[in-house]
């Protein structure tokens, strides 16, 4: 029987995603771990790889396609000796019913197992389309159609079922002897998927509609610039941040002329081994050994506790066309500025080119964002749930600086801004944070220790 291709969710986030390119075409065979095509999430551009062998039968999205929903079918696998005949009408929308005709139960036969599934069948073809998959505890729920049909008519909530099936699908058994919710137990489950169909705290579900700002500009010309994932997900996330997350700020100067001069030296010395060290470089590792120790300051917040960390995992915001994305620096207190360099070199040229896999930007409980490249001198950045905290860097710029004699003279100095999240980092914390980056910058050699 043919097999369903299905669009695949390939991070942990992914509700649709862009089927940018096909790496086959109708007629090709495949082995299991051929690829398939290439998929664009809201972060990433990633290869699809085949599950099972046979001949691609039909495509059913073309390539280019904007969002395809995960576990909408894309393309039609057939097995040894089908052949294209033998598709039939599974791709096909369903027929109006009769007004007066009981429509077609359909077998559970015919349910799709997660990722693949089967196709091919008359019943198959009068299920209805499987709604948008649910949540539980943060993760996608996967449920056959005839078992999201009957979960529905017995006002059932599938967050409360474990299912049976394929990487724990929920099946038609799983709902068939279920007792039904009572009716307020069904409006309340109610309330909360009519919430989840709004737009996600983002800035495009708050202020005026689209309509009257479209008004507002009537008559002066200008371009309509159509949201991709990446900016409709940083609209969403930043916004709920804001909305959510309670900031607060707090500011100091750093002097860099120990920094700047005693990494003069080391990429002097280092320069044979084509290694050249940034001031970010020091800063990241900076920000790891505070964490380290502030020890209670490397945690995160969730929702009805903190998370504390043992390893110091910092994020680092890298500006790519159209976003940004934050690839995460593991264990970066225990590396050495050189491994932290060329590892930072790797993973924002592959977050440049969009080719980051989830796990490397995801995670972590601190973050940088560095704007002193663009000629900034302070700002404040917005925290990246459910990171704790962020620093802001601004550019270092020469200063008159008071010494401890009341001398002046003239220094290299750099502005920066920790945002912290005042449900996990109080301020007299926050402040030590702070201090031990500040001490660790302006000590660079400690740093090697």
Not at 119 to 148: C, M, T, W
Not at 363 to 370: M, R, W
Request: charged share 25%.
């Amino acid at each position: 029987m043919p097999i369903e291709i299905l669009m695949p969710a390939l991070s942990p986030t992914m509700e649709e995603g862009t089927l940018a390119k096909w790496l086959v075409k109708e007629g090709d065979t495949v082995q299991s771990g051929d690829l398939l095509a290439e998929i664009e999430t809201d972060k990433a551009t990633m290869e699809f790889e085949a599950v099972d062998e046979g001949v691609i039968g039909k495509i059913t999205v073309a390539e280019g396609t904007e969002g395809v929903k995960v576990n909408d079918v894309i393309a039609i696998l057939l097995a040894d000796g089908e052949t294209a005949d033998d598709i039939g009408g599974a791709d096909a929308k369903p027929a109006p019913a009769s007004s007066n005709a009981a429509p077609a139960e359909p077998s559970e036969a015919t349910e799709p197992a997660a990722g693949y599934g089967r196709s091919g069948s008359a019943a198959q073809e009068d299920k209805p389309a499987a709604p948008a998959a649910g949540s539980k505890n943060g993760e996608r729920i996967f449920a056959s159609p005839l078992a999201r049909r009957i979960a529905a008519d017995k006002g059932l909530d599938l967050a409360n079922i474990t299912g049976s099936g394929p990487r724990g699908r929920i099946v038609k058994a799983d709902v068939e002897n279920v007792t039904a919710q009572p009716a307020t137990a069904k409006a309340e489950a109610a309330a909360p998927a009519a919430k989840a169909d709004a737009p996600k705290g983002s800035a495009m579900a708050t202020g005026p509609s689209t309509d009257v700002i479209l008004k507002t500009y009537e008559g002066r010309p200008f371009e309509e610039v159509k949201l991709d994932g990446m900016r409709k997900t940083v609209a969403a996330r930043l916004t709920e941040a804001k909305q959510t997350v309670p900031h607060f700020y707090l500011r100091r100067d750093i002097q860099l002329d120990a920094l700047m001069k005693f990494r003069s030296q080391l990429n002097t010395q280092l320069e044979a081994r084509g290694v050249k060290l940034s001031v970010n470089d020091f800063i990241i590792k900076a920000c790891a050994l505070a964490l380290q120790q502030v020890p209670e300051a490397n945690a995160v917040w969730a929702n009805d506790r903190t998370l504390r960390f043992e390893k110091s995992d910092v994020a680092v915001a890298v500006a790519i066309e159209g976003g940004l994305f934050t690839p995460v620096l593991k264990d970066a207190e225990m590396k050495s500025l050189s491994a932290l360099s060329s590892e930072m070199k790797d993973l924002a040229s592959r977050a440049r080119d969009r080719k980051l896999a989830p796990h490397e930007y995801q995670g972590g409980s601190f973050a940088i964002s560095n704007l002193g490249m663009f000629g900034i001198d302070n700002f404040d950045a917005i925290i990246n749930p459910p990171h704790s905290a962020i620093l802001a860097v601004g550019a270092g710029v020469k200063k008159p600086i008071v010494g401890k004699d009341g001398e002046l003279s003239v220094g290299m100095v750099m502005s920066v801004t920790l945002s912290v999240d005042h449900r996990v980092i109080d301020g007299a914390l926050g402040a030590n944070l702070l201090a031990a980056i500040k001490d660790n910058l302006e000590n660079p050699m400690t740093m090697l220790a």
